[in-house]
């Protein structure tokens, strides 16, 4: 870092906030970036969270790796949202919110592009967008502040946060931003640019939008390729070089809307795949890859993909890891090649979602009672000690004996690994609330009510009477608070800026999370915070209709009548299940 960096006037504050690294820069890149001036189009990506959060997301890398890719004369830098601390510091001081590598501010730029990977980081985006002295609303701004753009999951329900964001942009950044980044870059004035987007398939302008018109999602079938990534200057939440196996998901889970959004499925090539890990290792020196996907031992070519990395990445100190793994033997053996110079003390995590065969069924998870058995004891004759495993409550038809069944297979697990002889065997249980998602079959759903996964918390919990079983579950406030937030309107928005006004921020972190506000913003803008977490009926029009993610309505309709029904839907991967896309073998 050049000298009178350390003299620029946010370094007055540093001495004065928890974790000044989040805010000092000294980043490591390779290549060279385009400077300021040179620049046509500067673009400052926003993550509505910390530092070390934010620089953990594969997207931002994806994302800003594409548009330098696009031209040399684009400019793409990121901003993260601060901590209360520097928030109040920031605004003490009248200093502005600065970009992380060029140190400009951030209403310099021609465009601000958000990332909405979760429902309770709405608040953190107002923070950001008034600390860069720009209007929340964007019908208040003006020729000289930069278009607010949003992608991401929220971009599938964005009437909620509609009358803040300019453009959403539905579907990957890899389809989208061919078309878009040459209008930006020639665009006239904010009304005349703000009409020529709207006019561009995938992207959704409240200001300019008409009723009934559908916005549909657009995919790639050739995302885009790492050969190196920014390397952080401090320890992030995920700190390793990662590649993308493959999008989309098959097995279709009811609840999980990732599995149904990001259809269908599409795999980069093993060749593909293991160039751009040793790419990224070679240009970085991280020292732990991981393979991303929704669910990476799903890729067809895992095996030989990590059996081709194997022996370059042990001889190099390189861990490898698979975020995701399924109860099944494959799995296992796969976790135990991945395990090379690692320790299996420090335990092997699996996600049964349902206690019983029968909610098993309803939530279409395609496992049963006997593989979970059959993959638990692989696990501890093979020399793991300790399991984790992950639960959700509240889930449609769930009964107690559900509830119940939750400790017992738990016990269970425990059991089994005291019995093949592991005296120090352990398990840990994490159980969530299920919330309602749009895009699902279960989109439709009730949520249950906080003092419902209360009680149903507590009576997993009266069950456990052995140390070396512990069970936690999520708090119920926040998962409510997602529930209201994740099927909202166009009133939401009002909700959203009354909480954030009264001092909501952070409402992801538990030490920031407070209720209170939220439930007197509902009540302020005089609606009923039941009404966000009812059941619908099939027949009621939703406010994320409009959006067309390629997967058919009817089939989702299909799919909730096959999970009262207790009807499995097999693999879209083995054949078509009929959910509307037109898929390409």
Known sequence: MEFEEFSRPEWRLMSQVSRPSRYCGSEWRPGEKISWDEAKLRICLAFPDVYETGMSYYGFQIIESFIHEQSKFYLADRVYCVWPDMEELMRRENMPLISVEHRRPVKDFDVLAFTLPHETSYTNILTILDLSGLRLRNSERDENSPLVIAG?????????MSEFIDVFCVGEAEALLPELLPVLENGNNREELLREIAKLPGFYVPLCHNEGEIVTRQITRNFHTLH????????????RAAVELFRGCGRGCRFCQAGMVNRPVRERSVEEASQSIMDIINSTGWEEAGLMSLASCD???IERLIDELAETLNDRHVKLSLPSLRMDGFSVGLAEKLEGLRSKHGGITFAPEAGTQRLRDVI???INEEMIIKCVREIFSRGWEHVKLYFMMGLPTETEQDLDAIASLSYQVLKLGRAIGRKRASVSVSVSGFVPKAHTPFQWERQNSIEELKDKGRRIKSQVHDRALSIAYHEPEQTFLEGLLSRGDKRTCEVILRAWETGARFDSWTEYFNLQRWLDAFEQC??????FTRERGEAEKLSWDFINVGVDKNFLLRERH????QKLTFDCRTGCAGCGLKCKK
């Open 228 to 239: 190196s990534m920014i390397i952080p200057s401090i320890n992030i939440v995920h700190d």
């Open 526 to 531: 005089g609606l009923n915070p039941e009404e």
């Open 364 to 366: 279409n998870k395609g």
């Open 562 to 565: 096959n999970a009262y029904n």
């Open 299 to 301: 890729y067809s070519g």
């Open 152 to 160: 991401g999951y929220g971009a599938y329900t964005p009437e909620v």
